[in-house]
Nanobody, 122 residues
Framework: QVQLQESGPGLVKPSQTLSLTCTVS??????????WSWIRQPPGKGLEWMGV???????SYSPSLKSRTSISRDTSKNQFSLQLSSVTPEDTAIYYC??????????????WGQGTQVTASS
């Protein structure tokens, strides 16, 4: 059973960089064809996909966040991380890490972390 756990500060000051880490257990982030995403949900809004890092280290980002987002990984710790720079109060959200699983010709986010609340405020 794959499990994901987010960790990081719950409060970030505006203009600073938000940094979160997702620790994965029960599976490897280097398993062939696996993809590991960050997703967030601002208060009162829907889920927003932020970006992904694949099993071979390739990354892709949401166009609306690309200029401020970076996703990296530490394979020795089986972790992947999110950095979001120049945060504003609009970045206040619950942040989730999730695995995108492929099932035949379809895919979906099959494993999620519990989510971590991040508030951008002075």
């Amino acid at each position: 059973q794959v499990q994901l756990q987010e960790s990081g500060p719950g409060l970030v000051k505006p203009s600073q960089t938000l940094s979160l880490t997702c620790t994965v257990s029960g599976g490897s982030i280097t398993t062939s064809d696996s993809r590991w995403s960050w997703i967030r949900q601002p208060p009162g809004k829907g889920l927003e996909w932020m970006g992904v890092i694949t099993y071979d280290g390739s990354t892709s980002y949401s166009p609306s966040l690309k200029s401020r987002t970076s996703i990296s990984r530490d394979t020795s710790k089986n972790q992947f991380s999110l950095q979001l720079s120049s945060v504003t109060p609009e970045d206040t959200a619950i942040y989730y890490c999730a695995r995108r699983g492929t099932y035949g010709s379809t895919w979906y986010f099959d494993y999620w972390g519990q989510g971590t609340q991040v508030t951008a405020s002075s």
